[in-house]
């Protein structure tokens, strides 16, 4: 190109603002005319709290009616995929935890089982470690349709419940921190199993919790089931079926309640989830109204969960046996909390040469993943949570990638939103419970 067509080139550009999805705002604006079609163009979001703080959407109206929407995705990026290959593949746990971060045991489980099926030790698995996999996802799963269920009422209106849905997860989050030391990101679920046993402690909280959690979902159903407002916003309010549902690849509560029973617990069983018993909730409506319902049914069915994991804790190891993976876990801890336990530190430094070499060789360069892929998914809060886990044969992922269900079942939103109200779309885009963290990963 010569200088003069350069010039010809930005002068042309100049001015006109390029939007995210490949367009200029200028050619969308100029497809309406305010005058003759009464349509305009705005932005809801990021900042509308039902975008969640950084989705953007793009709606074209006609009064109040929503003609298009767009959503625009991207703003909250981590790179933690890509941060995994420059990290060993134990160090991978506290990265993953961070995507979705409603519900980060799901995201460290998925990524534990594809590189236990990467190392051929699945079946090595302890059953008390295992166990408590399922202990601490259906927990997490309660904690995140709670705050679905209060991000929702507040963004309806409904601002009682915000408080109730809050104060129920701080308990969850308080036996999370008994038993992992952390509240969120835990890095608590690894390749091997899990980062420490669950102590006495919190096997009474959380039979604590079970007594008092029915009553919480009674007082939640009373504040919204029978108030009118809160039917009228959610009833026949953006409807989804399940050929629409099946067509856009949307999973999990939103999928239920367009009538279909797909749950990977039951249909693609793992972590032992077929020997339990449990329902998977359905309605036959696909509006917000069936995903409120069908959220408040699974809060139940992971309370039977919950019970069934604690009455199979039987006394064993967290950790596979093989001492060259199960780093850290065996690593006891000091008194204070921090660091290592003096009789630990002790042994390897003065006692087995072996034990410093494992601990050493661990600690600066982690353990080998014998070539090979795999795709694992398991059953998360917003659907189909699934790792594609590559390795060359190294220490370090050659490539990990999730298939995040925030990111799919957001395809949805202006299936949902087009011909509806714009009021619908803050009511429909709740309901998809997306977590831009897991989106934007």
């Avoid at 390749?191 to 079970?210: T, Y």
Wanted: aromatic letters at 8%.
């Amino acid at each position: 190109m010569t200088t003069s067509n350069y010039a010809s080139e930005r002068e042309t550009d100049e001015g006109r603002v390029f939007t995210v999805t490949g367009g200029d705002w200028d050619t969308i604006v100029s497809g309406t005319d305010p005058i003759n079609d009464e349509r305009i163009v705005v932005n809801m979001g990021p900042q509308h709290p039902s975008t969640h703080g950084v989705l953007r959407l793009i709606l074209e109206l006609e009064g109040e009616t929503v003609r298009e929407a767009r959503s625009v995705i991207g703003y909250l990026h981590t790179g933690i995929e890509k941060n995994l290959e420059y990290r060993n593949w134990v160090q991978g746990s506290t990265f993953v935890t961070r995507m979705d971060y409603l519900a980060p045991i799901f995201n460290e489980t998925a990524y534990a089982l594809a590189v236990e099926k990467l190392l051929g030790i699945t079946d090595d698995i302890t059953e008390r470690a295992t166990t408590i996999r399922v202990l601490m996802m259906e927990l997490n799963r309660i904690s995140s349709h709670l705050v679905w269920l209060a991000t929702t009422g507040m963004e309806l209106g409904a601002i009682s419940i915000m408080l109730y849905g809050f104060r129920e997860r701080e308990y969850i989050l308080d036996i999370f921190e008994t038993i992992t030391g952390l509240r969120m990101n835990h890095a608590y679920v690894r390749p091997g199993g899990v980062a420490q046993d669950v102590p006495d402690e919190a096997i009474v909280k959380i039979r604590e919790f079970l007594k008092m959690m029915p009553k919480k979902l009674k007082e939640y159903e009373d504040l919204l089931s029978g108030q009118p407002i809160w039917t009228e916003r959610t009833k026949n309010v953006a409807v989804l079926d399940v050929t629409g549902c099946v067509a856009l690849g949307i999973t999990g509560p939103v999928l239920r309640s367009a009538g279909l029973a797909w749950d990977l617990r039951k249909t693609m069983p793992y972590c032992g989830y077929e020997t339990y018993e449990f329902d998977v909730p359905t309605h036959p409506d696909g509006d917000v109204w069936g995903r409120y319902q069908v959220r408040l049914a699974e809060i139940r069915e992971s309370m039977k969960l919950v019970e069934q994991a604690l009455d199979r804790l039987r006394p064993g190891p967290v950790m596979v046996a093989d001492r060259k993976i199960a780093w850290p876990a065996q690593l006891a801890i000091g008194v204070d909390g921090m660091g290592n336990s003096l009789e630990h530190v002790a042994k390897i430094m003065g006692q087995s040469m072996e034990s410093l070499i494992h601990h050493f060789k661990l600690v600066t360069e982690g353990f080998r993943v014998p070539p090979g892929q795999v795709y694992v998914a398991i059953e998360a809060p917003r659907g189909e949570l699934g790792v594609h886990a590559v390795s060359d044969g190294g220490t370090r992922p050659y490539r990990v990638h999730y298939r995040e269900p925030s990111f799919v079942n957001l395809q949805a939103l202006p299936a949902m939103a087009e011909g509806g109200l714009i009021a619908d779309v803050i009511a429909g885009g709740a309901s998809l419970d997306p977590v831009m963290g897991g989106c934007d990963r």
